[in-house]
């Protein structure tokens, strides 16, 4: 429907979330974006949302416009960036067209001395989820330099710090919390993937927000490229959240009638802490047709890597494959080192085809097997990637990105493939699809592990061709294949972002299975991943990564709450152990459904030595906490465990489980509720219970179910 350009306030709503996008001086600005407004869009309102101005300011206040044109007085950054020959640098849009379908609002403006049109489309979710995107067409004859496009909503004076994460490799998603500074805070990635140090949604909150309680404002680019996210506070006062794909020098030049589309930008806003931003992008992503719970229950997952590494031995696997049976997992993947050459690490990536002197006969008996005992089958590939040592690379040196005639320098004893390329695109979609065809595979785990250095292409930098060629090469394959589920493994979790999550299935949320350190990294990806798409193994007992030993109870609920699998040589767990991982399966075969569709809950306690977190169905008629001690607790007694998420009017049938083996614990008489108590709802969020004195790098659960 055509709305008339000379209505004061266009209205989105959601049970949760509204956006006011004001029409005036023929452009379009956000006027709000917040908590849910009744009727704001009337005349008599409009002049609320309007800035004052002050001495030495414009001389008549100016709005900046969605696209914060530097035109319109805007002193911060402008949103489009870009030139020819260093002219048209400063554009000034005007709508030409705009069009609202329900929570929906596509504006269309145009530079006509720059002969330049920009397109915003802004969707509001059911979930208050809000989805920009933003594209610029050059109209001229001339070629057009874009240097950036980026999107950002305004947040108020209320919203004082920020959150992002950092990480490094097994250490992802690490939290860091600051004020908001005067000037821009911006976290960049620029692996040429997503990386292990790049912050999937960035937050603004007010200054006491948590878990549970604030208000929280946040932004994501849906990308697995280069990114920025930003917040700019100007010496006005006035902020500003947003983000963009960070392109390199001459990356994007448009000719004439060409657009460039920026990733989309995932907004969300919650008044009911960090959690409710979390559910509020669970809510969204649960809701797709394509989502893997939406197809089929999540499987028991065993990788072997953990178990044989490159040491590939048919009599071996057949009995990782026997206990696995055994312990009720339902899908075994092989990783690396099936394919050519490939021994160890330094040779064989780039030849997709099974390695006959390991495999002589193909891996369709190891296939065969595995599907007798009831368990789908998975494969490591690494497509992206080529080893110098390679047949690949011996015939085609030159399908590597690079520049200047140089070979980058290599990472992991590899280089990186140009997929943009079309003859490099064909011939690994033949080879996968070859494979894909020939054997029964359900399943990929799809590694990246390198950053990308001299990304080019005949000179020119091609990071974004690269990422949209990856996105079709896996589009294409499951198009192939229905039903095959494909993993985004990067050196663990380097590329976990909302771009790739629309193409792929699950994450491999790190290469550190270790669960001290795990609790950290499941806990900050889980801001805006929901936990079935986010792999959880239990790791052998001494940890490879980290050199720690864990009790198998503490690893195997650390696990639960995720994609669960196991990454160990099952075949040296002692009798006791395999018992208690089939019981540990079971468990989670039991409760997935809620595990994978319930609203999360994490409870800051009094103590940061213990961290208590949950799902809580929507009915809030169950739920299941996990009590993690993480390190030594100050006091004799651990503080009460004073829940969250429950209906207060409810009566809960209350118990502690322990689904793997026992917890260390060092106190001399369980609490009373442990074997299971009736407690009144009000009681559980008022009061508390007494938990556990567990041992450091101990944790249990805590079961709980509505009673008539």
């Known amino acids: 429907m055509l709305i008339p350009l000379n209505s004061n306030l266009v209205h989105l709503a959601s049970d949760q979330v509204s956006i006011l996008i004001s029409l005036t001086d023929n452009q379009a600005s956000i006027s709000y974006w917040g908590a849910p407004l009744a009727q704001p869009e009337g005349n008599e309102n409009a002049n ?16 900046p416009g969605f696209w914060r044109e530097n ?41 006509e001395y720059a002969k330049i049109r920009v397109i915003a489309k802004i969707e509001l ?3 208050g989820i809000l989805q920009i995107d933003n594209s610029v067409t050059n109209l001229s004859n001339e070629i057009y330099q874009l240097n950036s496009l980026s999107t950002w909503l305004p947040i108020p004076n209320r919203a004082a710090e920020v959150m992002s994460f950092t990480g490094r490799w097994v250490k992802e998603r690490q939290m860091q919390r600051q004020e908001i ?18 912050t999937i949604t960035m937050l603004a909150l007010t200054k006491n927000c948590n878990f549970q309680v604030g208000e929280v404002w946040s932004c994501g680019l849906a990308w697995s490229g280069n990114t920025r996210h930003q917040i700019e506070k100007l010496a006005t006062g006035q902020q500003s959240i947003g983000a963009e794909e960070l392109l390199l020098p001459g990356e994007i030049q448009l000719a ?18 960090i959690d409710g931003l979390s559910n509020q992008h669970y809510q969204w992503l649960r809701s797709r047709d394509t989502h893997p719970t939406r197809q089929k229950p999540r499987p028991i997952t065993l990788n072997v890597w953990e178990a044989v590494y490159f040491d590939h031995d048919l009599t071996k696997l057949i009995q990782l494959a026997d206990v696995a049976q055994e312990i009720g997992v339902e899908r075994f993947v092989l990783d690396d080192g099936w394919f ?27 296939i065969q097997i595995v599907k007798s005992r009831k368990m789908e089958f998975g494969l490591w590939f690494e497509p992206e990637m080529v080893n110098p040592n390679s047949e690949l690379y011996r015939n085609h040196p030159d399908w590597i990105l690079q520049s200047g005639g140089r070979i980058p320098p290599k990472q992991r004893h590899q280089l990186v493939l140009n997929i943009a390329k079309r003859e490099v695109y064909e011939y690994l979609f033949q080879k996968i699809d070859a494979l894909l065809t020939q054997y029964p595979i359900d399943y990929i785990k799809w590694d990246h592990n390198r950053v990308l250095i001299e990304p080019g292409s005949q000179d020119h930098a091609i990071v974004h061709e690269q990422t949209k060629a990856f996105y079709q090469l896996v589009d294409q ?64 007992p001494k940890s490879h990564t980290t050199g720690r030993t864990h009790n198998l109870s503490f690893r195997a609920i650390t696990a639960l709450f995720g994609h669960a699998g196991i990454e160990w040589d099952i075949t040296k767990a002692s009798l006791t152990e395999r018992g208690f991982l089939k019981s540990w399966v079971s468990y989670y075969k039991s409760n997935r459904d809620l595990l994978h569709s319930g609203n999360v809950v994490r409870i800051t306690q009094p103590d940061d030595a213990i961290w208590v977190h949950g799902v809580v169905n929507a009915s809030q008629t169950e739920a299941i906490f996990s009590v993690a001690h993480l390190a030594a607790v100050s006091a004799i007694k651990p503080p009460l465990i004073q829940l969250a998420g429950l209906n207060p009017e409810f009566s809960y049938r ?11 614990t060092i106190q001399s008489k369980t609490p009373d509720w442990a074997n299971g108590a009736v407690i009144s709802g009000d009681v559980l969020l008022q009061h508390g219970l007494r938990g556990e004195k567990i041992q450091p790098e101990n944790a249990y659960l805590i079961e709980i179910a509505k009673i008539d």
């Open 71 to 111: 035109s319109r007085g805007w002193p911060g950054i402008n949103s489009l960036l870009g030139h020819r020959n260093g002219r048209d640098f400063s554009p000034k849009f005007n709508i030409v067209d705009l069009s609202r379908h329900n929570s929906s609002l596509e504006i269309t403006a145009e530079d």
């Open 477 to 540: 394959l499951k198009a192939k294949h229905p039903g095959l589920e494909i993993e985004s493994c990067a050196s663990g979790g380097a590329r976990i972002d909302l771009g790739a999550i629309e193409h792929v299935d699950r994450f491999w949320t790190s290469d550190c299975n270790e669960a001290l350190e795990r609790n950290y990294i499941q806990r900050w990806t889980g801001i805006a991943i929901p936990p079935e798409l986010l792999g959880t193994h239990i790791g052998p």
């Open 256 to 273: 004439t009638g060409e657009t460039y589309h920026s990733p989309t930008v995932i907004f969300g806003y919650s008044n009911r802490g």
């Open 340 to 366: 050519n050459l490939r021994r160890d690490d330094h040779a064989g990536l780039g030849d997709w085809w099974v390695d006959k002197t390991v495999w002589p006969d193909g891996l369709a008996e190891l």
């Open 654 to 664: 209350v118990r502690m489980v322990q689904p793997a083996g026992p917890t260390e």
């Open 181 to 198: 500074p005067v000037g821009v805070f911006a976290r960049e990635s620029r692996d040429g993937r997503s990386g292990h140090d790049a």
């Open 125 to 127: 979710d059911s979930s």
């Open 48 to 63: 609320l949302f309007l800035d004052s101005f002050n001495f030495n300011e414009l001389d008549e206040p100016k709005s």
